[in-house]
């Protein structure tokens, strides 16, 4: 036989078969499993994707020049179908391809080849269900692995060749070098020029916002990865189009992690995540419900008009207000100017620092950890008591840091949106805020800011943190709770955060747009500059839950007695 196999049809067994024959073999009959995908290897063997192999008739031969090739069998219902009849059809392979089959088999090992061989095949049933061509799937399919076999050091070596740049990140994972060195092979040693087959080849890894073609080399790469981990690659050939193969090979990734106690280098967490999103909320299938929400436009109202009633009139810090005003449960009310809460004085104009100073404020706690205040720091706090009680930031994963990387480096704007989105994503607000309520270094904080309070040198008080909005509100809310206000003020006080923080957050929302940056990535940017809807409420509950109340909370965890509550009321109620 000559060419390639496009069909293979199984027909019931002979009775008459031998007990020897491939028809009366266990592993051929579809009772024991079922067969409806298979491969005709080069070494004349018939495979099953879960593994099995079987034998073909002793009648059936195959030429130097075959191929094994992925075949769809139908299987009737009651599995009257095994393999005691093999029908081989043949086409006759195009001469450009025959030529790269023979170079591609050459230059790497027969186990490396029919990986690359099986993929190519795979990649053209994968290409007529996305709509690419065939032939350019089956190419890229041939040539996706020709640098798998080489060492870091040879494909670094291509890659500075070529006048690429390589990031460490990109130094540590094989599978990176070699995918990017495939396609500089592909195109200096086998004449590809075709820009389609070669991002599919240096992407087969994946990536976020893949295209159609490389879509389809990354689904047909990970038939047989998928099948080592669950077998269901069966499954995953007859499924209705590249996504729906992708969605389902991504399970199947996550579990076998999960599994093996593992975590998934950066590029595949990010396609990963990426595909999970960008299909799951097409599907509706369970992902879960978006609740990174802006406030409603109820709440932003109100909170406008606590913007305009407690300001202090500080035009070069964004985010300032007093909490001054406030009605306490016995009827008296939060001193005005005497606490003031507000973003990083890094452009605080002497003007305004002569303001602070009118109002009777002669104390500034900055809430920013050390490098944060390095980076930024305050300007015109001379004649201030300046304190630093820094409370925890977010904490950035090794993983957040590689996607920042990741970020920095991308040129297609899809991926840097994608990138963004995933860098923000990442951060647990709720979690940073349990983190500042409880961690050791910020109780201490915490302790501190209240001494500091309930100190008599301390006429007026102005804390903040870089912008105005998360740990500052926090404290903000501990001591109004502290003087005795009610929750719904306290509320209002954190959302007015939104307000401040809006025309800056919509002006970079507007900025990212016009750079073509997606809707998720512009409203993960939105939440994260903004107040978001959930946050204060859930870190709220958490502390309820843990301690029973903030009173306790106040008393287990700060330290604060029923008389340090008596004195601070009593300074600043009136």
């Known amino acids: 036989m000559h060419g390639w196999i496009t069909s293979i049809t199984f027909s019931a067994p002979d009775s008459g078969s031998p007990a020897n024959s ?21 070494d004349g063997m018939l495979y099953h994707f879960d593994g099995q192999e079987v034998a073909l008739p002793e009648d059936t031969t195959l030429s130097p020049g075959s191929v094994p090739y992925v075949s769809f069998v139908p299987v009737t219902e009651d599995g009257a179908y095994t393999a005691s009849e ?12 025959r030529t790269l089959q023979k170079e591609v088999s050459q230059r790497l090992s027969p186990k490396r080849y029919m990986h690359s061989f099986r993929v190519s095949k795979i990649a053209r049933v994968f290409a007529e269900k996305a709509g690419c061509s065939p032939d350019k799937a089956e190419i890229a399919g041939l040539l996706h692995d020709i640098a798998k076999e ?14 690429w740049t390589i990031t460490d990140f990109e130094l540590t994972y094989h599978h990176i070098l070699h995918a990017v ?15 389609e087959i070669l991002d599919s080849i240096r992407c087969h890894n994946g990536r976020p916002s893949m295209s159609d073609m490389e879509k389809v080399i990354y689904v047909s790469d990970h038939i047989e990865k998928v099948n080592r981990q669950g077998g269901e690659a069966n499954k995953l050939l007859t499924l209705p189009s590249v996504d729906d193969a992708i969605y389902r090979i991504i399970l199947l990734i996550n579990r076998f992690y999960a599994r093996q106690h593992k975590t998934p280098d950066v590029i595949t967490e990010c396609t990963m995540n990426y595909m999970l ?7 509706d299938d369970g992902i879960s419900p978006d609740t990174r929400s802006v406030i409603t436009d109820d709440v932003f109202d109100k909170a406008l008009i606590i913007n305009t009633r407690q300001t202090v009139g500080m035009k070069s810090v964004p985010n300032s207000r007093q909490l001054g005003g406030y009605v306490a449960f016995d009827g008296r009310k939060v001193r005005k100017n005497c606490i003031v809460r507000s973003s990083r004085l890094k452009h605080l104009t002497a003007e305004d620092a002569s303001q602070l100073m009118k109002l009777g404020i002669n104390t500034i706690i900055d809430l920013r950890m050390p490098e944060e205040a390095a980076a930024d720091p305050d300007i015109n706090t001379e004649g201030f008591r300046f304190f630093d009680c820094p409370l925890s930031s977010v904490e950035i994963s090794d993983y957040q840091n590689k996607v920042k990387d990741k970020f920095i480096t991308a040129t297609d704007p899809k991926e840097r949106s994608f990138y963004l989105f995933e860098y923000l994503s990442c951060i647990k607000m709720e979690d940073m805020y349990i983190n500042v309520l409880t961690s050791e270094g910020s109780v201490r904080s915490l302790r501190r800011v209240f001494e ?9 008080i102005l804390f903040h943190c870089t912008s105005g909005k998360d740990r500052t509100g926090i404290v903000a809310a501990l001591i109004l709770h502290v003087l005795g206000v009610g929750i719904e003020d306290i509320r209002l006080d954190y959302y007015a955060s939104a307000v401040a923080t809006f025309a800056a957050t919509e002006a970079m929302a507007q900025n990212l747009r016009k750079e073509h940056y997606s809707e998720d990535a512009i409203d993960e940017v939105r939440y994260f500059n903004g107040i978001g809807q959930y946050i204060a409420e859930g ?8 301690y029973g109340s903030v009173d306790k909370y106040l008393s287990e965890v700060i330290g604060l007695t029923a008389f340090d509550i008596d004195r601070l009321r009593e300074k600043y109620l009136e």
Do not use: M, Q
């Open 452 to 460: 500091i309070l309930t100190d008599p040198d301390t006429e007026g």
């Open 150 to 163: 080489n060492s870091n050091e040879e494909n670094a070596g291509i890659i500075l060749e070529h006048g």
């Open 181 to 195: 060195a495939g396609a500089i092979i592909a195109k200096e040693e086998f004449g590809i020029d075709d820009r």
């Open 22 to 42: 491939p028809a009366n073999n266990p592993a051929n009959n579809p009772a024991n499993s079922s067969i409806n995908n298979v491969i005709i290897g080069c």
């Open 86 to 97: 093999v029908r081989l059809e043949a086409e006759e392979i195009p001469e450009p391809v």
């Open 539 to 546: 870190a709220y509950k958490r502390i309820t839950e843990e």
């Open 277 to 283: 999103r960008s299909i799951g909320r097409e599907r």
